[in-house]
């Protein structure tokens, strides 16, 4: 026996398989999460946190503030893309976080209308 302490193991370390955290599930066909989706906890998320697994519960305190694309939660919990998708997929069935498209990008709008509506205003307002 020696006196150095023990190296304390991480869960998600290699010697624990992605079978494992995910439990063997696969993404349900209806949630098809991009790397853009939004995910964000619910409201009473804070209340289940201590039955959650410890990939779930880093998951789910990395979204308790705000919203947090999909390839964010991956970088930030260094869990596969897929694996993410999955536990996110668990949780959003639990009722435990909130998911949303991104915000579409804006269409482009016809020059001759914001100069139609440029020239009202300076005919307006004297520019």
Known sequence: ???EPEEELELTSSLV???????GRSLPPEHAYGH?????ASEHAATTVR????EARQVLDLVMDGFLSVAEVAAHTRLP???VR???AEMEDGGLI????PVPRAERVDREVLNAVLDGLRARFGA
């Open 98 to 101: 909130i998911a949303r498209k």
């Open 17 to 23: 398989p992605f079978f494992v955290i995910t439990n």
């Open 86 to 88: 999955i536990l996110l």
């Open 36 to 40: 853009t989706t939004l995910v964000s």
């Open 51 to 54: 039955t959650l697994t410890p």
């Open 1 to 3: 026996m020696s006196d």
């Open 81 to 83: 893309l897929g694996v």
